[in-house]
């Protein structure tokens, strides 16, 4: 089959599947969140990332660009008391493949349990866990695919649910050395245990998109368009879900990284006001053996989120 026929071929299986749930209610939304303060910065447009373990939270075809054992490490602490971190790791196996292997969690803090009548009994805590196996290698030279298989853990006070979900994806360095475009589709599972008898689907995203590297320019341009399979009003409104990051490289051991989120500003718009919402900002800096990665995400009036993450 013609190489342009078979990624037709595929990028139609994904669309069919990524529309068995369009629209429908989900839970475990703790999935969509940014991994790594690399990615935050950067808007979240990291379909076509490479030589990055964190790929394998977003596109699985992305591990076969990985140049070396790579991991890297992060912990976030969020509005609220809200806590987060994640850990990540890539590797080639030779004559087999790259896998990679992620864990996502979230923890939501203790909240006061009160009866009927407001008695105080105590509190509770409420986390998400996530774990992730992925496996990548290179259909032919400049097409990687790849595939993940995802355990999911909640729970809330005594109350628990449990899922698992496969991710799909590719990538194809459409322009050598300028152009590389990619797609992938997550979280496509089910519940195994609901939390009570209602069993919802699972946080079903369908994401395109291109990675730029403009000439005379030390900078890589990311787009990504992300929840297309899901149901909107109008056909223009399926493309509202966008992100755009751009990394300059400033010297060999720094980089600075710009990204914008529109989704995110629309959803943290309070009355007419959004302010610096879905903007986004960071710092790299490498040392050689360790990478160490910063970023601010504005959420408009309601304040910002700083991350750090670790690679080696």
Known sequence: MHLRSRLISVLAIFWCSASLTAGSK??????????????AALGGSLVTLTDDPNVIFYNPAGLSTLSGRKVSVGFFKHLMDVNAGYASFGTEIPQLGFVGAGVQYINYGEFDRTGEEGQNLGT?????LAITA???????????????AKFIYSSIAEVRSTAVALDF???????????????????????LDPYVNTREHLPLDFKVGAS???EHLPAVIMLNLHRLNEQQDNFVDR??????????????????RFGYNHERRQESKIRASSGLAGFSTGVGISTGMYAIDYSFSSIGPIGGLHRISVAF
């Not at 590719?170 to 519940?191: C, D, E, K």
């Open 212 to 214: 730029l590297y403009p």
């Open 124 to 128: 509770f805590s409420a986390g998400e």
């Open 169 to 191: 994806g590719l990538q194809y360095t459409a322009v050598p050395n300028r152009m590389i475009v990619g797609t992938s589709l997550l979280n496509l599972g089910t519940q």
């Open 239 to 256: 493309f509202k879900a966008f992100s755009i990051g751009a990394e300059f490289t400033a010297s060999t051991n720094v980089k600075l």
């Open 134 to 148: 992925g496996y990548g290698d290179q259909l032919q030279t400049g097409l990687s695919y790849g595939v993940n």
């Open 26 to 39: 989900s839970t475990y939304d703790f999935l969509r969140a940014d991994v790594g303060a690399r990615a």
